[in-house]
């Protein structure tokens, strides 16, 4: 009798690619972009390994292949050869979490544990809101790992549970693979939004259904320069969301605080977030508004002034490149809506998370929209801030969050 033939273990999935994307991928960009690969060995699988080599057969990196993604390889790894084995991957997890050691003492217990590429996790993000760990996925490469993964995860942090949230574009893909947005992937289903402490203040956050993982962890610094400024101001908090910078800024000793957003979701969001920090003083003595409404709307429509310190941070304006332009004017329009609302003396903090647009772009972009505002005043920069640590950037796409603050004066 004949043996079938035994099946050949399939080899390893081995890319070429251009000499400038050889040289980005020495230099510790994490893409590689699909019209750089110049050859391969045969097709690829969405979450297969795949080894770049380069001009003198070495090898320069590995990484996550997707065949259908315009960034066809997100790396791993780049430098000298390594086996990506579950240790590999333990000692990975090990690095992220000690990256951020001694950042945080107990009265914060809201931040992230690893953020995407900048961290080493291509499209992967890991955010902690007390004891419930939320895994936050926005690349299909890492779909067929995640089985694998998950264990890992648990084991070094041991939370009390563990959600699973896709971006909107994965969520066809992951349903296939047996996950979907939301899903409690360890311990049980939140019994609502999860309570955690940011400073020694306490948010809650719907770690389930929620924007990104729950909260806007990324401006926790922002907020504290914020509080900062607040004693005895009179603040419109534009883009509020559920309150962030609002009640740093009623801790601060803000007289009052109005919050702006669109969502009645948010506002209630905010108002809960208020009660849950009346045990502070200076949260309870704050007066609290909230008005529903587009912002941009909102601010054209009212009187001149009002305001000792307004906070714009609105969603990003420039999902892609090619919305760039429009939205470098989008944010200098707001600036000349927030800065005709801002009193002699008053305080205009403006924020951008729009990656497409650069910090210089941004600071001119709201500079020119205090101009544009007339009025007389003289603005002068009184803060700028870019990326917390636990939100690091090591390459220039990864490079989303600015804040400018300007003092009027006259
Ligand atoms: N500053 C917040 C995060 C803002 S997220 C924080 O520190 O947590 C952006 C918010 O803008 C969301 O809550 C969204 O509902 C709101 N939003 C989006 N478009 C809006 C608009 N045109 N007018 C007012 N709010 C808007």
Known sequence: MQMPPASKPEPRLRLRVSPVAESRLRSGHPWLFSDSVREQNREGRTGELAVVYDRKDRFLAIGLYDPDSPIRLRVLHAGSPVQITPDWWAARIRESRLRREGLFDTRTTGHRWIHGESDGWPGLVLDRYDTTLVLKVYSGVWLPLLAGLIPQLVAEWAPERLVLRLSRNLQGAAAAAGFQDGGVLRGAAPPGPVVFLETGIAFEADV?????TGFFLDQRENRRWVESVSAGRRVLNAFSFSGGFSLYAARGGAASVTDLDISSHALESAARNFRLNEGLAAVRACRHDSVQADAFEWLAAGERAGFDLVVLDPPSLAKRESERAGAIQAYRRLARLGWQRVRPGGILAAASCSAHVRMEEFVEATLQGV??????????????????PDHPATF??????????????G
């Open 396 to 409: 220039p796409e990864a490079l989303y969050l600015k804040c400018l603050a300007l003092s009027r004066r």
């Open 208 to 212: 389930v259904r929620g924007q990104k």
């Open 371 to 388: 101009r544009d505002a007339g009025g007389g005043g003289e603005a002068r920069e009184v803060h700028r801030a870019g990326h917390p």
